[in-house]
Each structure stands twice: as C-alpha cells, then as structure tokens.
C-alpha cells in the first residue's frame, strides 16, 4: 500500500505565495501522474494542477499562470507552488497519485491540508 503525505498549509494574505510538498511512500509504486485537488464546502472536488511522469503539466483554469507544480522522481515527492493567492483559492488541498502497482491502476489520496487565503 502507499501512503500520501501532504504539507505546507496554512494561512496568508492576499497576493502572497504558499508552498506544498506531497511524499508518497510504501509499495513499489510506477507513479504516472501526481497532482493537486482542491474542495472547498458544498462543492466537488476540483482540478488544480497534474503533472505526468515525463514532466507534461496541466492546470486548472483558474489557477493558470499563477501555479506551478513540479515533481522529484527519485524522492517520490511533487510540490505546488502557489504564487498571487487571493481568497476564493481558501480550500483544502488534496495530493492525488495515480499509477501502477504490479498491472492493477491505483489511485492514491492524501489526508488533506487547508489553505487559507485572507486580510
């Protein structure tokens, strides 16, 4: 089994920048995409940023241009960098990792951690 740990929550203030790291560990693990989620209360969880093995990265409109997600291989860890925060990106923050174990896909989720953007 793998576990997904996330960091680096917490709160700022409009315009600034947070930073989130993401570790999975456990099973041998082909890790083809790593990404960011975001829910906020009443609402589905949502697209923030996904990058795949071979370094392609998509983000989610309103995040575009001022996110950036990128991912260590070796050490099996990927990282948002969230620059020019403003208060409707307040969510909790979800760490996704999806690959392969063996030939069975598997999709990997970690505990979550709030961002808080406010005055």
């Known amino acids: 089994q793998v576990q997904v740990v996330e960091s680096g929550g917490g709160s700022v203030q409009p315009g600034g920048s947070l930073g989130l790291s993401c570790a999975a560990s456990g099973s041998i693990f082909s890790m083809n995409v790593m990404g960011w989620y975001r829910q906020t209360p009443g609402n589905e969880r949502e697209l923030v940023a996904v990058?795949?093995?071979?370094?392609?990265?998509k983000y989610g409109d309103s995040v575009s241009g001022r996110f950036t997600i990128s991912r260590d291989n070796a050490k099996n860890t990927v990282y948002l960098q969230m620059n020019s925060l403003k208060p409707e990106d307040t969510a909790v923050y979800y760490c996704n990792v999806r690959g392969y174990i063996g030939t069975k896909l598997y999709d990997f989720w970690g505990q979550g951690t709030q961002v808080t953007v406010s005055s």
């Open positions: 990058i795949f093995s071979g370094g392609v990265r």
